[in-house]
């Protein structure tokens, strides 16, 4: 959903602060890396710094409780870039207006786990077919609204589809999940309810799992663009190795 947060709606179900896995010394380290390996300004210049700050870190891995418990509180340290997202903002003379649409971000995420063998083990929940089950749910769950007047609650998202897509990266563990879906309101300036796409993607290198995240709305992010970044990410990663 907007906001490039890991897996949208997942990553609210996992709101934590730096913990565990090892102490502060770990976490130091852990935070000169991911600085080192994260998305930075200058790797999408086409794109704008978001105005509004995610939280830098937490303490669960990137689909929260959907991966079965893998990466529960306590056995990972996860810290996210920035999100560069498309500039809405229009300027006609001495007015400016923001418009909903498109939407076009890019963020990252560097996760370390206790060992490598962890590291698989999350890797293969994010292939099951059941997390992607899970993540589908949370979708619905997750995330509702209330219309004025209403005493229920109703999904902001309808027609919610979550499928794996082909590895992005065949020579090294790699994943890639996309999530589809509709608004359940008509966005302001569009014409009609578009669809919005949510691409997970990411690899292990060690005991980190690197991911990289991509909201688009009525199109999805490039391939291009995604597989360009997630390189990007995988030469860091592979050259400040913890």
Not at 2 to 19: C, Q, W
Not at 44 to 51: D, N
Not at 145 to 164: F, H, L, N
Not at 193 to 203: C, I, Q, V
């Given at each position: ?138 979708y619905y769950t997750g995330a509702v ?98």
């Amino acid at each position: 959903m907007r906001g490039g947060r890991p897996f949208g709606v997942i990553a609210l179900m996992g709101t934590a602060l730096l913990v565990g896995c090892g102490g502060s010394s770990t976490a130091d380290k852990t935070r000169a890396f991911a600085s080192a390996v994260n998305l930075r300004p200058g790797d999408v210049p086409q794109l704008a710094s978001a105005r509004t700050l995610l939280r830098r870190e937490t303490g669960v891995g990137p689909v929260g409780p959907c991966d079965g418990g893998v990466l529960r509180r306590g056995h990972v340290i996860g810290i996210y870039s920035q999100r560069f997202e498309h500039n809405n903002e229009r300027h006609e003379g001495i007015t400016s207006s923001i418009s909903f649409l498109p939407i076009e971000s890019v963020s990252s995420a560097v996760y370390v786990s206790e060992s490598a063998k962890r590291a698989s083990e999350e890797l293969s929940a994010l292939e099951r077919a059941s997390t992607r089950a899970c993540i589908r749910r949370a979708y619905y769950t997750g995330a509702v609204t209330q219309r004025e007047g209403s005493t229920s609650k109703e999904p902001i998202w309808t027609d919610v589809a979550v499928s794996a897509m082909p590895a992005p990266m065949p020579e090294v563990p790699s994943f890639a999940i996309r999530t589809t879906g509709r608004f359940f309101i008509e966005a302001p300036g569009s014409r009609g309810r578009s669809r919005y796409y949510e691409d997970s993607l990411g690899f292990v290198v060690g005991r980190t799992l690197i991911t990289l995240h991509a909201d688009g709305d009525p199109y999805p992010v490039p391939l291009s663009l995604e597989h360009r970044l997630l390189s990007l990410l995988y030469s860091r990663a592979k050259a400040h190795r913890l």
